[in-house]
T-cell receptor, first 112, second 114 residues
Framework: DQQVKQNSPSLSVQEGRISILNCDYTNSMFDYFLWYKKYPAEGPTFLISISSIKDKNEDGRFTVFLNKSAKHLSLHIVPSQPGDSAVYFCAASDWSQGNLIFGKGTKLSVKP | ETGVTQSPTHLIKTRGQQVTLRCSSQSGHNTVSWYQQALGQGPQFIFQYYREEENGRGNFPPRFSGLQFPNYSSELNVNALELDDSALYLC?????????????FGEGSRLTVL
């Protein structure tokens, strides 16, 4: 029973275009959401987060949107760059738990 | 300020053996968590330590155990290894207890059980 779902295992985008990575969750208790990026042979690195009291958070080329009613969030990368090619994990938590629940990840390939 | 470091980076064990993985947390972080990432999956929470005591555990059997030391280092011990224990084991440290905050991950220890 997956509480955090990333239904697209992979995504290929042309350099300069927008990348949109999607994530769905089932637990309405989740109140904090994060995106991590992982390169091969490295640990995941934090990218951006959003609290459930917001519906948008922006940091440079990265924007996360949260739709609580649909239990859906998305990560937008504009413009996409070849260095963005990595596996992106969506993660969620609630303050009563001491851990993050991760999705399976989406492998993004940005082609020059 | 040093990041999170893990050792060893790769190791091979046989079924039934025991393994100890080590982690050095980022300076000043009082909380360490361990995650297991199987092939094609996202990281799964094993347990968390806060001020040297276990503070939350995921759906892993008791043969997965851990320790946290005063110098911010920690260990993950797995007894009676099974083939399904083959995975990347990630250590993550953070400033505070509980999720909702950014976790800083090490590069992981890749365990292969034959």
């Amino acid at each position: 029973d997956q509480q955090v779902k990333q239904n697209s295992p992979s995504l290929s985008v042309q350099e300069g275009r927008i990348s949109i990575l999607n994530c769905d969750y089932t637990n309405s208790m989740f109140d904090y959401f994060l995106w991590y990026k992982k390169y091969p042979a490295e640990g995941p690195t934090f990218l951006i987060s959003i609290s459930s009291i917001k519906d948008k958070n922006e940091d440079g080329r990265f924007t996360v949107f949260l739709n609580k009613s649909a239990k859906h969030l998305s990560l937008h990368i504009v413009p996409s760059q070849p260095g963005d090619s990595a596996v992106y994990f969506c993660a969620a938590s609630d303050w009563s738990q001491g851990n993050l629940i991760f999705g399976k990840g989406t492998k993004l390939s940005v082609k020059p | 300020e040093t990041g999170v470091t893990q050792s060893p980076t790769h190791l091979i064990k046989t079924r039934g053996q025991q393994v100890t993985l080590r982690c050095s947390s980022q300076s000043g972080h009082n909380t360490v968590s361990w995650y297991q990432q199987a092939l094609g999956q996202g990281p799964q929470f094993i347990f968390q330590y806060y001020r040297e005591e276990e503070n939350g555990r995921g759906n892993f059997p008791p043969r997965f155990s851990g320790l946290q030391f005063p110098n911010y280092s920690s260990e993950l011990n797995v007894n009676a290894l099974e083939l399904d224990d083959s995975a990347l084991y990630l250590c993550a440290s953070s400033f505070r207890q509980g999720a909702g905050g950014e976790l800083f991950f090490g590069e992981g220890s890749r365990l292969t059980v034959l």
